[in-house]
């Protein structure tokens, strides 16, 4: 069960060009749920649209959730309806916190690696706190456009301070700045080094292939589909809890089929980037298009995505 709590927005600052920051608590005035770095929460908008967002402060506050929001030029409703809507004291439902980009916190890996480009310096805040509470070795490497565009570079910036950790930062739209060197910072990785990357599509793309050689190290995070839904339709569709069996055309989702069948599946960014509709597959072979699982797990085909993922065979059998 896709279990929802209601939050009223305590605060709004804008921290950056483009970018406001919202403190959410309980309406209640009781503790949050729990959560660890690198967690998200789902946030349900008054304008029937869900919007997935990194918690940026450090896991162990039960008080409130910090989330930031960056003001896309492409917005769909999301990050648009957050900067013109929504004002202090109006009260959202929200998931419970979930998390795709764990940080690794076993004693084999001694130096953490994050990099971050424009708001994907979210869930590397709480990373660094947490880190900063086990007394645990990190660098940041944080690029955005300018100085206006960094958010939170002060913050971070003084988290590294705090430990004896270093924070670089990169404007490559300033006059003699610099991009980030991420060939060079994933080949000077040491075998005990893990490195975490969320930013703007292009920068993931890099990332992936520049840690190509050390993928078990390796850990993103996309705001944005990484491949395009497999929409060919054409097979079987059996569902094994509801009696169903179903056929997917083609330019349909499994999901709009699901649906459309009547039945409730929880589901949110329909790109396979927030995981809410992971399901369990019974029989055939998925075609996946998701940003979340591994290629390991992939293989393993125990679960996919059904907002962007197929069927590479003619019959489907999930756990719904």
Same mark, same amino acid.
């Given at each position: 069960?896709?279990?929802?709590? *209601?939050?009223?927005?305590?605060?709004?600052?804008?921290?950056?060009?483009?970018?406001?920051?919202?403190?959410?608590?309980?309406?209640?005035?009781?503790?949050?749920?729990?959560?660890?770095?690198?967690?998200?929460?789902?946030?349900?908008?008054?304008?029937?649209?869900?919007?997935?967002?990194?918690?940026?402060?450090?896991?162990?506050?039960?008080?409130?959730?910090?989330?930031?929001?960056?003001?896309?030029? $492409?917005?769909?409703?999301?990050?648009?309806?957050?900067?013109?809507?929504?004002?202090?004291?109006?009260?959202?439902?929200?998931?419970?916190?979930?998390?795709?980009?764990?940080?690794?916190?076993?004693?084999?890996?001694? #130096?953490?690696?994050?990099?971050?480009?424009?708001?994907?310096?979210?869930?590397?805040?709480?990373? %660094?706190?947490?880190?900063?509470?086990?007394?645990?070795?990190?660098?940041?490497?944080?690029? $955005?456009?300018?100085?206006? #565009? $960094? %958010?939170? *570079?002060?913050? *971070?910036? $003084?988290?590294?301070?705090?430990?004896?950790?270093?924070?670089?930062?990169?404007?490559?739209?300033?006059?003699?700045?610099?991009?980030?060197?991420?060939?060079?910072?994933?080949?000077?990785?040491?075998?005990?080094?893990?490195?975490?990357?969320?930013?703007?599509?292009?920068?993931?793309?890099?990332?992936?292939?520049?840690?190509?050689?050390?993928?078990?190290?390796? #850990?993103?995070?996309?705001?944005? %589909?990484?491949?395009? %839904?497999?929409?060919?339709?054409?097979?079987?569709?059996?569902?094994?809890?509801?009696?169903?069996?179903?056929?997917?055309?083609?330019?349909?989702?499994?999901?709009?089929?699901?649906?459309?069948?009547?039945?409730?599946?929880?589901?949110?960014?329909?790109?396979?980037?927030?995981?809410?509709?992971?399901?369990?597959?019974?029989?055939?072979?998925?075609?996946?298009?998701?940003?979340?699982?591994?290629?390991?797990?992939?293989?393993?085909?125990?679960?996919?995505?059904?907002?962007?993922?197929? *069927?590479?065979?003619?019959?489907?059998?999930?756990?719904?």
């Amino acid at each position: 069960m896709d279990t929802k709590t *209601a939050l009223r927005i305590e605060r709004i600052q804008t921290v950056a060009q483009d970018v406001k920051c919202f403190d959410l608590v309980s309406v209640n005035e009781t503790e949050l749920a729990p959560f660890e770095a690198g967690a998200h929460l789902e946030l349900q908008l008054p304008n029937h649209l869900a919007r997935s967002y990194s918690l940026m402060n450090a896991p162990g506050e039960r008080h409130r959730y910090q989330i930031a929001v960056h003001l896309s030029p $492409a917005s769909s409703g999301g990050s648009r309806y957050m900067h013109e809507n929504l004002q202090e004291n109006d009260v959202l439902l929200a998931s419970l916190p979930r998390n795709n980009f764990p940080l690794d916190e076993s004693d084999s890996v001694r #130096h953490h690696c994050l990099i971050a480009g424009g708001i994907g310096i979210t869930p590397m805040l709480s990373m %660094a706190q947490r880190l900063n509470a086990l007394g645990r070795s990190w660098e940041l490497h944080y690029g $955005a456009r300018t100085p206006a #565009h $960094a %958010a939170f *570079a002060a913050e *971070a910036q $003084a988290l590294a301070q705090a430990s004896g950790n270093r924070a670089f930062f990169y404007f490559d739209q300033e006059p003699g700045g610099q991009p980030m060197d991420l060939a060079g910072l994933g080949a000077a990785a040491p075998q005990d080094t893990h490195l975490y990357c969320c930013g703007p599509r292009g920068m993931l793309d890099a990332f992936e292939l520049a840690t190509s050689h050390c993928r078990e190290r390796a #850990h993103v995070e996309y705001f944005t %589909a990484k491949s395009q %839904a497999a929409l060919e339709g054409g097979f079987t569709l059996e569902l094994a809890r509801s009696g169903l069996t179903l056929q997917v055309p083609r330019g349909r989702s499994i999901l709009d089929v699901v649906f459309d069948a009547g039945i409730s599946v929880p589901s949110s960014c329909r790109e396979g980037i927030c995981g809410s509709c992971e399901t369990r597959i019974l029989a055939g072979a998925a075609d996946h298009r998701d940003a979340l699982l591994s290629e390991a797990e992939q293989n393993a085909n125990q679960t996919m995505m059904i907002c962007c993922s197929g *069927a590479k065979s003619t019959r489907l059998v999930l756990d719904l």
